[in-house]
């Protein structure tokens, strides 16, 4: 799956030899490693063979050139051709990280106003990360949720043309506003958000459950822990890499 989404490099041969081209499967065995240790580039174990210059180099270039992005529409493809992708019920919810300076960091409201930034997600019924994205701390859920569904890739069906909507969305209050459940409808999505003062606190976690399980399973990357990454695309990729292992795992159960 990686070799259909990395970009062709061209190699120049210069008179009088140079070193040998790291391979892309090393750079990317490297890459994982970085992301699920969340050791620094530095750290890189000698182990893999090209040296963390070389290896931060290739992850900048795929980053990029959204490599990660497309590995991560590779897979999903792969999930719905099997039927493994349940469009009847999605959920959204975001989570917080404290974050260095850098594009998209803010002051977090649930950490004593310390730089922060945060991941959207959005999970197909059984927890499959579908979207992801990133935003500063203080950036309110309700401004996240349009461009994160219209994020959703168009996925390979087992039956009929490709599906980028789910049929129902479940939402925390976070998302409890007119405008949302209006747009939503108009794409032919059932909002099923939690109402401010009238739904109770005990029958929120019927369906939402399982995006806050997905959560649980980003932080096995340890790399999402903190965001060390000045620029956004880079911070990006990471939670990119983490979904894509999270789905590929299914894939090879």
Known sequence: ?????????????????????????????????????????????????PAWPTVYRRFARWSQARVWARLHCVILDELGARGQLDWSRFAVDSVSVRALKGALTGPNPTDRGKSGSKIHLVVDRSGLPVAVAI???????????????????????????RRRRPAKLHGDKGYDYAHLRRWLRE????????????????????????????MSWLAGCR????????KPEHFL?????????????RLTK
Request: aromatic share 6%.
């Open 187 to 214: 794409r032919g999505i059932t909002p099923r958000i939690a109402r401010r003062g009238t739904d109770t606190s005990q029958r929120l976690g019927r369906h939402r459950w399982v995006v806050e399980r997905t």
């Open 135 to 161: 935003s500063a701390a203080n950036t309110h859920d309700s401004l996240a949720l349009q461009p994160l569904i219209a994020s959703i890739p168009p996925v390979r069906s087992r039956r009929g043309s």
């Open 1 to 49: 799956m990686f070799r259909r989404v990395v970009p062709e490099t061209v190699v120049v041969r210069v008179q009088g030899g140079g070193r040998r081209r790291a391979g892309d499967r090393q750079c990317l065995a490297a890459i994982v490693f970085v992301a699920t240790s969340g050791c620094s580039w530095r750290q890189l174990p000698p182990v893999f063979g």
């Open 223 to 230: 790399r999402l822990h903190r965001r060390y990454e000045r």
């Open 237 to 249: 990729a990471f939670t990119a890499i983490a979904t894509s292992l999270i789905n590929y795992r």
